[in-house]
């Protein structure tokens, strides 16, 4: 028989080889407490382990009729596995979870959703969240107690650090440019979620609730987690331009431009300090002279110049690192 429930809430969940992790995952949507009807949506991008065999267990469990299950008979990718799951809900609002990332609060759904119907010109929500390193067993924050979110530049700022994550965020389904997505595909985008809440910035406003509801794994073999300096740079590659697709149309002032470029360009450089060899360093440390440094980060000036002297490297790099906490 057809299902003709109106669902409120669509969670969206992307999924290549998670067998490790897709169970936690689903679980804590399972256990969401909520007034409201909500369905599943899995896509996933030709897994080649048992994840295909977990998630049928738990369609049973669920319910058929509120868990779908899209399957590819190849590997196409992250952004178009997860806009083939974001293009399969009928649903008002969606949420976002990628497999190997759980929800630790049973009100996550019911909080957001809430908000967004009391607000109706706020377009999404997202909440603090813990990053936890599966290796070293630890859980941190990732914002601080005093954050507020950037209302009137989330835009903006958003470009200059991508601070929301998909799996703690909730937003209304409408704002989705379907052509625009099919743009992102076209481009070989690689973060989509991150262009759609550039995209979202542009139209409508945000929100954020100061709790966490959600925590964000940092494990092995992730294109965005995983330790590995030459991933680490493809990251930071992709996300610089996105921003500037965006800002082909919406540029940023002068003065965030060039913010904007001295972070990407430092991140590159810390990525060459904490896993690639000081010829490395040495290579993304071309791009900045001092002045840059006392322009945009004084702090950070002992960097550059350690940047420079290979026995100021050494000397200054365990500290570094032990400063420079994980998921900052």
């Known amino acids: ?81 997860l806009a083939k799951s974001l293009f399969a809900t009928s649903a008002k609002y969606i949420a976002m979870l990628d497999a190997d990332d759980y929800w630790i609060d049973d009100k996550k759904l019911q909080k957001q959703v809430d908000y967004l119907q009391s607000n109706p010109d706020v377009g999404y929500v997202y909440t603090n969240y813990y990053h936890e390193s599966i290796t070293a067993g630890k859980r941190l924050p990732a914002f601080p107690a005093n954050y507020l979110h950037p209302v009137s530049n989330a835009y903006e700022m958003m470009l200059i650090q991508h601070y929301i ?24 985008f690689k973060i989509l979620d991150y262009c759609l809440f550039l995209d979202f910035a542009l139209k409508t406003k945000g929100a954020y609730l100061p709790f966490a509801t959600t925590v964000y794994s940092h494990r092995p073999g992730s294109m965005s987690r995983e330790n590995n300096y030459e991933k680490t740079l493809t ?31 430092y991140n590159l450089l810390l990525a060459a300090w904490k896993y ?37 490297y050494f000397l200054v790099r365990p500290w570094l690192l032990r400063k420079r906490k994980f998921g900052k």
């Open 235 to 265: 990251n930071y590659f992709h996300s610089y331009e996105i921003g500037n697709f965006f800002m082909s149309e919406n540029p940023l002032p002068d003065a965030l431009q060039q913010k904007r470029d001295f972070d990407y360009h």
């Open 276 to 312: 690639g060899s000081f010829e490395d360093v040495q290579l993304q440390a071309v791009w900045f002279n001092a002045m840059l440094f006392k322009k945009h980060n004084p702090r950070a000036l002992y960097v550059y110049y350690a940047s420079k002297q290979k026995w100021l």
């Open 1 to 81: 028989m057809p299902n003709n429930t109106q669902y409120m809430v669509g969670v969206c969940i992307t999924t290549y080889n998670m067998q490790d992790y897709i169970a936690r995952a689903i679980d804590g949507v399972l256990m969401q407490q909520t007034s409201f009807d909500y369905e599943i949506v899995v896509s996933d991008d030709a897994s080649t382990d048992n994840t295909l065999e977990i998630l049928e267990q738990y369609r049973i469990k669920a319910g058929e009729e509120r868990f779908k299950i899209i399957t590819s008979e190849k590997n196409q990718g992250v952004t178009p596995n």
């Open 165 to 188: 994550q998909p799996s703690n965020t909730c937003f209304r389904a409408s704002l989705i440019d379907k052509q625009l997505v099919e743009t992102f595909i076209q481009r070989n």
